[in-house]
C-alpha cells in the first residue's frame, strides 16, 4: 500500500529504529511510546488488521509472535513481564491500517487497560 506508513518503514523510505527483523516482519521502537519499553512489530506483507488476516497469514502471525518473545528477552524486561496488544478496528483503537502488534514493558501494567 503505497500511503500506508508501516509499509513506508518496511521499505525503507521512512527512517525508524529498527530493533529485530525476520524474514517475514520488522521490529521496531515507537515514536510515541506509552511505556519505558514500547515496540512495534510488523508483518512485511501488507494485511489491515486480524479480522482481514486470511488462514494463509496463520505462520507469519505466528512468526510476530515468536518476534516479539525474542526482543522482550534481548531487552531484557521478559523476566519482569510485558504486554502485547492488538488493536483492531476503530472502537478497538486501531489508527494505522496495517496489522501490528505493541509490546510494551519496563513498568507494571494496569488491568483493565483502557
Known sequence: MSNCIFCKIVNGEIPAT????????????DTNPKA???????PRKHIINL???SEEDQSLIGEMMLAVA??????EFAADGYRVVF???????????HLHAHMMGGRRMHWPPG
Request: hydrophobic share 35%; no cysteine; aromatic share 2%.
Open 87 to 97: 488493536n483492531v478496528n476503530e472502537d478497538g483503537g486501531q489508527t494505522v491500517d
Open 70 to 75: 525474542e526482543v522482550a528477552r534481548r531487552q
Open 51 to 53: 479480522d482481514k488476516a
Open 18 to 29: 529498527v530493533v529485530h527483523e525476520t524474514q517475514g516482519t520488522m521490529v521496531f521502537e
Open 36 to 42: 519505558p519499553h514500547h515496540i512495534l512489530v510488523v
